[in-house]
């Protein structure tokens, strides 16, 4: 039976979207119990992004030239197209705005299922894909297969899978896909809008819940965030208060953080947050009740009262600036702390 994946791409002119190097990643690992070659396929072909595609686990990209105008329509077509040459048994696409766009699209034309913003995807012992989500507001998490048609069809949520690492600098076979552009949106010109790094690219993050009492108090979150070199974010608690927006918030409706450390200040660490925080080398958290779920995933628990214990850190670290530490992004790990 045929394995093959077929992976969307995502990409800007110059390089491709950390995304795709995740789902290459995923496709990696799903390719090894059974076979099936990887293919690509990418709506961009300038030579800056066609040389990112050098040592990716890759057989053949195929490169759609029709598709510069970012029309959701379009894009879905070309990777219909795609499906039919390739007959994949497995498509992955990001689960960003742009895989969100063109993903139900590609399912229906393929009368097809689709599982949406999967966190896992394994096999199941004859070679179907088990396509894994938080359902139930995150209470479980579901296990979806589609028995009776392919491809099997899902796409992932950012942040969640690891990257594929790149071996050598061969480039995969490239293939034009032709067909002349049959969309109804005219590009007129392209204006790059710069957006700061989200917390989702944060090396450091201070995140704070609901333990958080006035919207001032964060200032002396977001003071510690600075000194450690980090962002604030918060759970979905804060911005419900209105203490801070949407793009700040970590979990299952939110964001999928992956950063080095991670400090958490008066978070119970519901499901829906302990979502968003797995790929988190080293959490410590700061909660005043000795049975709060969060403890049950920290590298370093420390229970006590948020407003006793960040003041005292803040003050440590200021200590440590005044030494002038080389190592100011990352002083408390492995240190002793005393409160
Ligand atoms: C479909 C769905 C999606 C959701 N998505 C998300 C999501 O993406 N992200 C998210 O965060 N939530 C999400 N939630 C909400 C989630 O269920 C929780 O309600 C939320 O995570 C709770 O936030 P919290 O931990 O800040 O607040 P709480 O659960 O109220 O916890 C506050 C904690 O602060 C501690 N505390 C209080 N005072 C102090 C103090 N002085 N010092 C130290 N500790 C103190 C308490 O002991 C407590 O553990 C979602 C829910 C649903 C149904």
């Given at each position: 039976m045929n394995q093959d994946i077929l992976v969307c791409l995502e990409a800007n002119e110059d390089e491709l979207h950390p995304s795709s190097l995740e789902l290459l990643g995923k496709a990696v690992e799903l390719t090894q119990p059974c076979g099936g070659s990887i293919y690509g396929i990418v709506m961009r072909d300038t030579r800056k992004l066609l040389n990112d595609l050098r040592g990716l686990p890759l057989q053949k990209v195929f490169v759609c030239r029709s598709c510069h105008t970012y029309d959701a329509q379009e894009c879905a077509e070309a990777v219909v197209e795609c499906v039919r040459q390739v007959d994949p048994s497995v498509l992955l696409i990001p689960g960003t705005c742009f895989g969100r766009s063109i993903a139900p699209r590609i399912a229906v034309a393929c009368r097809t299922g689709l599982t949406a913003d999967c966190t896992e995807l394994e096999r199941t012992g004859d070679g179907g894909l088990i396509q894994i989500r938080p359902a139930f507001g995150g209470n479980i998490m579901a296990k979806i297969v589609t028995d009776h048609t392919r491809p099997q069809m899902?796409?992932?949520?950012?942040?969640?899978?690891?990257?594929?690492?790149?071996?050598?600098?061969?480039?995969?076979?490239?293939?034009?896909l032709s067909g002349e552009s049959k969309g109804r949106v005219r590009l007129l010109d392209i204006q790059p809008v710069k957006r700061a790094a989200g917390i989702a690219a944060q090396k450091v993050l201070v995140a704070a819940g609901r333990g958080v009492k006035k919207k001032e108090d964060l200032r002396m979150l977001n003071d510690l965030a600075e000194r450690l070199g980090g962002s604030l974010a918060c759970s979905r608690a804060l911005v419900e208060k209105g203490?801070?927006?949407?793009?700040?918030?970590?979990?299952?409706?939110?964001?999928?953080?992956?950063?080095?450390?991670?400090?958490?200040?008066?978070?119970?660490g519901s499901v829906q947050f302990q979502a968003g925080i797995r790929r988190a080398k080293k959490i410590i958290a700061i909660n005043c009740n000795p049975n709060a779920k969060i403890f049950d995933v920290a590298h370093i628990p420390i229970c006590g009262d948020m407003y006793e214990i960040l003041p005292k850190l803040i003050e440590r670290l200021k200590g440590v600036e005044r030494k002038g530490s080389?190592?100011?992004?990352?002083?408390?790990?492995?240190?002793?702390?005393?409160?």
């Open positions: 899902a796409t992932v949520r950012p942040g969640v899978m690891l990257p594929c690492a790149r071996e050598g600098d061969r480039m995969p076979e490239l293939c034009t203490f801070l927006p949407h793009e700040k918030q970590i979990g299952l409706s939110g964001a999928t953080v992956c950063p080095d450390l991670l400090l958490t200040f008066g978070i119970s080389d190592n100011a992004g990352l002083p408390l790990v492995g240190e002793k702390i005393d409160f």
